[in-house]
């Protein structure tokens, strides 16, 4: 993911940011980007990542960093988080009908998954795309795990049952109640990017994937590594038997017609569909 550090962000400025944050739903400015997965054993195209993006009128392409605080604070995030599902799921579908079979991952905020609506909005989502559900991984933020009163556990097997997987994003070793996740449907589990920046120089991070790979050997879990920038990182999360990769080195973020050309040059699917 592309980010402006230094540009302001909309809570910055002095406008109704709430408003114009729904002005931007309403009004179709909002656009998903896709980011590729790679298969670290095999090379193989994995998946994507849906990243949402807003093109507003005056400032231009704006990455999720610059609007995404207020998002949640306003409450907007739900509307939002609702309308990027129905739009991964299209999309997906559309791959699909295309002869491609990948999955498409979608980032779900916490205060979304806490809406009561939400179980039934990733039914709509699927049952108006028609996308396949075991195409679909929903993934969350590891605190939505933490202090669970129990209903939690239950709407995550009521997704899993209707085929979703699910997936714990920014894992990273200050998460260490990894225990926890043997209480919840958890099939993919997301290494942090900023804890990825850390290999191979460091034995202490290094260590930590060894011993999350073995809890995924046991439990049958994926493992994905985001943020691989350099071929270093890349060949010691290939060494450590982690499962998928994302980051620059595979690819940058690409509009759903440049996936297209991708697929369409990457030399292990040539004339062939995944």
């Known amino acids: 993911m592309t980010k402006s550090e230094n540009q302001p962000t909309i ?9 114009e944050l729904a002005q931007a739903l309403d009004t179709k400015q909002f656009f998903l980007v896709y980011q590729p997965t ?4 095999t090379n193989a195209f994995a998946g994507v990542e849906s990243l949402i993006r807003w093109r507003h009128p005056i ?3 704006l990455g999720p960093e610059q609007f995404l605080a207020e998002l949640e604070r306003s409450g907007e995030i739900v509307a939002v988080g609702r309308w990027a599902l129905r ?5 997906g579908a559309t791959w699909y009908e295309r002869g491609f079979r990948f999955p498409v991952s979608v980032n779900i905020a916490i205060k979304q998954f806490g809406d009561d609506l939400f179980n039934q909005d990733v039914t709509a989502a699927l049952s108006t795309s028609s996308l396949d559900p075991s195409l679909l991984i929903l993934e969350f933020p590891f605190s939505v795990l933490l202090n669970d009163d129990g209903s939690v556990a239950s709407r995550l097997e009521s997704l899993r049952l209707q085929g979703v997987r699910l997936a714990i994003d920014d894992l990273r070793p200050s998460d260490t109640a990894l225990a926890t996740l043997e209480m919840f449907p958890i099939s993919v589990l997301k290494l942090d990017r900023h804890f990825i920046a850390e290999l191979p120089a460091s034995k202490a991070a290094d260590a930590f994937v060894q011993a999350l790979v073995q809890v995924a ?3 049958k879990l994926q493992i994905i590594a985001s943020g691989v920038e350099d071929t270093e990182q890349r060949n010691q999360l290939q060494s450590d038997e982690v ?3 994302q980051g620059f080195l ?3 973020p690409r509009e759903a017609a440049d996936i297209d050309r991708f697929l369409e040059n ?3 699917f040539s004339g062939k569909p995944l």
């Not at 809570?11 to 408003?19: C, F, I, N, V």
């Not at 739009?87 to 999309?91: E, G, R, S, V």
């Open 250 to 252: 595979f690819s940058q």
């Open 87 to 91: 739009a991964a799921c299209a999309q």
């Open 266 to 268: 990457f030399s292990i």
């Open 59 to 61: 400032r231009g392409d």
């Open 38 to 41: 790679i298969d670290l054993q």
């Open 11 to 19: 809570s910055d400025r002095t406008t109704d940011a709430s408003s």
């Open 217 to 219: 050997k046991v439990r």
């Open 243 to 245: 499962d998928v990769g």
